[in-house]
């Protein structure tokens, strides 16, 4: 199986329940990061018409990725976190520096005026799949529970699924719009 195949599986289907293992007949194959990330980006453009690159940020705490509409115009902003594991998923996989979370939320507020997708690609025994939260449902989170951890762990579901993320992301290249803050929960 390739990487391409892998991801046109994931972005199909909300979750594969097939062990990576038992999908590839001669032997396990080594996804990494890198990869995924290239293989979803490919599928966003041919199948979805959306146009995701990479940028050089002015500084540290900014998303590496920009969603660009038709006009070249700046849509949102992806942060890419990837699991790839032969063990069974489990949340404290997606553990995330609290102090890196909140530049990025600082900076989405301050200088990005648009919304920071949060996009999981997770490669797992018992689970494959892409999720996603926003920076909106993040602070809401944080605010409401008063958060003060070191570690931040998403919570897997209350995240929305791959085709959740599509559809936003296609609503903001249509309408040019920002998302309401309750859009990308399942």
Known sequence: MTVNDLMASMCCATRVQQSLFDIVDDGPVEFNSENLIEAFIRFCRSQHKLNIIKWNPPSEGYPDYMLLGGDKGI?????????????????????????????????????????????????????????????????????????????????????????????????????GVRFSKNTGQR
């Open 75 to 175: 849509l949102g902003y992806i942060l890419f976190s990837c699991v790839v594991s032969d063990k069974a998923f489990s949340e404290c996989m997606l553990n995330m520096n609290s102090h890196s979370v909140l530049r990025v939320l600082q900076k989405a507020d301050s200088h990005l005026d648009r919304p920071v997708f949060y996009v999981y690609i997770i490669v797992c025994e018992d689970i494959k799949g892409i999720y996603f939260e926003t920076n909106e449902q993040i602070k809401d989170r944080w605010f409401q529970t008063g958060f003060t951890d070191r570690v931040y762990t998403p919570i897997f579901l209350e995240m929305g699924t791959v085709s959740n993320l599509f559809e936003v992301m296609n609503d903001l290249k249509k309408h």
